[in-house]
Every structure is written in C-alpha cells, then in structure tokens.
T-cell receptor, first 114, second 115 residues
Framework: AQKVTQAQTEISVVEKEDVTLDCVYE???????LFWYKQPPSGELVFLIR??????QNEISGRYSWNFQKSTSSFNFTITASQVVDSAVYFC???????????FGQGTRLTINP | EAGVAQSPRYKIIEKRQSVAFWCNPI?????LYWYQQILGQGPKLLIQ????????DSQLPKDRFSAERLKGVDSTLKIQPAKLEDSAVYLC?????????????FGEGSWLTVV
C-alpha cells in the first residue's frame, strides 16, 4: 500500500524566514511520481512540482526548492524568504505507475506572518 | 488552456436531501477523478474514470453516492440522501495519463454543507 506522511500539521513563521515542509512516503513500486500541491483558502489545489522516482536531482524554481532523497523516502519542500502570499495548506502526494491514483498526505498548514 | 471546471461552487442542503455536482475536465484528458476533502484532511479518492469506464470506485459509498461520465467527457457526482458527514469539498480532477507524466490537475472544488 502507498502512504504519504506529513508530520508537520501547522507551521507559522515570520515573513522573510526560510521554511521547510517535510514529506515522507512509502511505496513498493520502483517507478512512481511525487507531487507537491498548494491549496490557498479558495480551495483549488494548485500543482507545484512533479518528480519521478528515477530523477533525484534537486530542483529550484524561484524561491521554491525541492529535495528528493530516495534513500530516506523523503521529498521535502523549502520556501526561501517566505512571503505572506505563501500562506496556504501544502500537500505532498504520490502516484504509482499502475494505480493512477494520487495518494495525499494530511497536509501542512503554513502561515506566514507579516 | 482552460482548467477543470466545476459547479456549483457552494451548496447548502438539509440532511436527507439530494445534491449533484458537475465537472468538465481539461480538454483531451481521458482520466477524471472525484475526490472528497473533509476539513483538515487530505483529499480522498471517491471514483476514477478512464474515458467513460470506472477504474476505481472502491471508496465510493455506493448506497448514497453515484457518479457517471457519459460520453467520456463531463461527469456528474450525486449524493442521495445526504448525511451530515458528507459536508466536505468535492474536488474534480483530470489527467492525460502516463503520457503527461501522470500530473493531475484539480478544479476549484464544490463546497457542500449539510445541515
């Protein structure tokens, strides 16, 4: 069975601080995809990044960066110089090659205070 | 490119009444999903369609929930009769499948309150 764990339920930081959201996953598949989604108060799940299991290169996109470590089954997300607009619930998710079913973690509510 | 469209955005009904939600996926996406998201939790898959066939409905409460995807495009999710615990956001999503690296795109959701 596939499982995604986001141990941090809520995080609150002051604007301009760096913040890391943790994600740990479990799967028996050798091929899989990992995702991060952002859910602002409006409710829509906004796609941020997809990473496949064969690509362990870290990725940076502006203030966002992702650290994928297969050895520890982790896919952590860091926001550098956080801004108030980053406040949202962030979900890590996993999909296998056959199931085509996205399994979500419980989410981390991030609050950036001015 | 237009995203996943859902309606209505908000609905308040009394328990034992019925409700229906509509979803129009991204053009060309063969796979369509309905997820239920209860406040404070991650989304949970209710049903997955591949074109107009059901791939996975193992977590759909079939005694009260039903869904269809006629002609392999739009989909409707119905709840009848509704219970208080059905209060949630119902998210529709679509994907082009393996060819797109399995990225799944979500709509804004339909917020249901059962009173």
């Amino acid at each position: 069975a596939q499982k995604v764990t986001q141990a941090q339920t809520e995080i609150s930081v002051v604007e301009k601080e760096d913040v890391t959201l943790d994600c740990v996953y479990e799967t028996r598949d050798t091929t899989y995809y990992l995702f991060w989604y952002k859910q602002p108060p409006s409710g829509e799940l906004v796609f941020l990044i997809r990473r496949n299991s064969f690509d362990e290169q870290n990725e940076i996109s502006g203030r966002y960066s992702w650290n994928f470590q297969k050895s520890t089954s982790s896919f952590n997300f860091t926001i550098t110089a956080s801004q108030v607009v980053d406040s949202a619930v962030y979900f890590c998710a996993l999909i296998g090659p056959r199931a085509q079913k996205l399994v979500f973690g419980q989410g981390t509510r991030l609050t950036i205070n001015p | 490119e237009a995203g996943v469209a859902q309606s209505p955005r908000y609905k308040i009904i009394e328990k034992r009444q019925s409700v229906a939600f509509w979803c129009n996926p991204i053009s060309g996406h063969a796979t369509l999903y309905w997820y239920q998201q209860i406040l404070g939790q991650g989304p949970k898959l209710l049903i997955q369609f591949q074109n107009n066939g059901v791939v996975d409905d193992s977590q759909l409460p079939k005694d009260r929930f039903s869904a269809e995807r006629l002609k392999g495009v739009d989909s409707t999710l119905k709840i009848q009769p509704a219970k208080l615990e059905d209060s949630a956001v119902y998210l529709c999503a679509s994907s082009a499948g393996v060819s797109s690296g399995n990225t799944i795109y979500f709509g804004e959701g339909s917020w249901l309150t059962v009173v």
